[in-house]
């Protein structure tokens, strides 16, 4: 049979027939259905096709050990969240999106350790628990947790002025379930626009922007891990993230504190911004 404009589908679905693994022949076949609808439908010029394989080559060609070019793309596309949206639970803590910075392995640290390594911004703690949905501490949940500095950059981002796991830790919930950590307030800042990503934001007039907020990585046996955030409330961007991944929930007030008392407790000076941020896993089977 001719591979035509009408028969081109059935073809190459065809041709993935034999596909032993039957959710890969599930996925091909719908991925090329739809990619050929799209295909049909907008009429790409040969130079509009070479573009945009010259585009999604220089995408890879930009990943690296520290830099997930890829993976910024699904989330400046809004796939990422899709994805995560699709895969949460209504029994837990909102999910959103890894991000491209999670390219490195957090030090483990004790409860109330410091994840700032320079001391330079403004003392903050953040503190919650980790909870079932029914309010039961998860003693031992571990939280992998990572942000970027005052300024807006993640260690990786800087190897020559923070040091290597600045701004990240691995913690253990205590017997209930409550963890805390001393680092800074982070800051709103654009994601990577030095390749293909970048040029794509600016050729669309999108800003690049995210706004100030703290990576959770968070897993108890028995339970769904999830993969978060805690968005800093009223931080520029906070209705325009450039990756799409702030849900109302998962706002929070990183609100000042004078109370010498707590700070002596918690190992910092007065004032501190206090977060309180309790994370609630979904047990497993729930999804």
């Known amino acids: 049979m001719d591979f035509t404009v009408e028969t081109a589908t059935d073809a190459v679905v065809e041709s993935f027939r034999t596909t032993k693994d039957q959710r890969l022949r599930e996925l091909l076949g719908s991925l090329t259905r739809h990619l050929h609808d799209f295909v049909r439908e907008v009429e790409p010029t040969i130079e509009e096709w070479e573009q945009a394989i010259d585009f999604l080559t220089a995408v890879g060609q930009k990943c690296d050990d520290t830099r ?13 969240m899709l994805v995560e949206t699709i895969n949460g639970t209504e029994d837990g803590t909102e999910s959103t999106v890894l991000g491209p910075f999670h390219m490195t392995e957090s030090p483990s ?22 909870l079932t ?45 409550r963890y805390w950590f001393r680092t800074v307030v982070p800051s709103h800042y654009p994601i990577p626009t030095d390749g293909p990503v970048g ?13 100030a907020h703290i990576h959770f990585i968070v ?8 993969t978060t955030h805690v968005f800093v409330a009223d931080s520029p961007y906070i209705d325009s993230d450039a ?9 929070t007030e990183f609100a ?7 700070a002596e407790r918690l190992g910092v000076a007065v004032p501190f911004a206090h977060a309180r941020f309790d994370i609630v896993l979904a047990p497993e089977g729930s999804r």
Do not use: M
């Open 68 to 80: 997930q070019e890829f993976v910024l793309l699904s989330d400046v596309l809004g796939v990422s």
């Open 109 to 130: 640290r004790e409860l109330g350790d410091s994840i700032d390594l320079l001391g330079t911004g403004r003392a903050c703690v953040v503190s919650g628990r980790v």
């Open 133 to 177: 949905a029914d309010g039961t501490p998860l003693p031992g949940a571990e939280l992998d947790v990572w942000q970027c500095n005052e300024q807006g950059f993640y260690d990786v981002q800087q190897p020559d002025v923070q040091p290597p796991g600045n701004g990240r830790g691995l913690f253990r919930a205590d017997d209930e379930g």
């Open 199 to 211: 040029r794509l934001l600016d050729a669309t007039g999108r800003h690049p922007y995210r706004p």
């Open 219 to 226: 897993k108890a046996a028995g339970h769904l891990p999830v």
């Open 243 to 251: 990756v799409f991944a702030v849900k109302s929930g998962l706002i």
């Open 256 to 262: 000042e504190s004078r109370d010498e008392d707590d």
